[in-house]
């Protein structure tokens, strides 16, 4: 039909921590989720999938984009931008990108991951 049901499923060192809102019949959808997680001191990367909700089979990976510890301690501010897309299935072409916010926030011995999924096209 041309367009797709997308989704957003958040995930630290394989572990799914987020799932965004499906955004209906669209190529660009809006998400503005904002969410605020504990980090534990030893993880090794964020991965975020874009995913398209089918209800009559498994829903399929458009693609994911991997922010790692070491992207992070190089933006110490925090990484906010647009980012491209990777396949998650070397078969498959991956075209679009996604506009995220993420940041580490530390406080009192604590880390939390601030993370903000914006759109994406």
Do not use: N
């Not at 110490?76 to 396949?87: A, I």
């Not at 939390?112 to 096209?121: D, G, I, N, T």
């Amino acid at each position: 039909t041309g367009s797709s049901d997308p989704y957003c499923i958040v995930k630290i060192d394989d572990e799914a921590i987020i799932r965004t809102a499906t955004v209906w019949k669209t190529l660009s959808p809006f998400w503005g989720e904002e969410y605020e997680v504990q980090l534990q001191p030893s993880f090794h990367s964020i991965s975020i999938y874009v995913m398209d909700e089918d209800a009559l089979s498994r829903d399929d990976v458009i693609g994911k984009v991997c922010i790692t510890r070491d992207m992070l301690v190089e933006h110490p501010k925090g990484y906010s931008g647009w980012m491209s897309l990777s396949e998650v299935d070397p078969d498959e072409e991956v075209q679009g990108e996604i506009h995220l916010r993420v940041e580490v926030l530390d406080s009192q011995g604590s880390r939390r991951l601030h993370c903000s999924v914006l759109e994406a096209r």
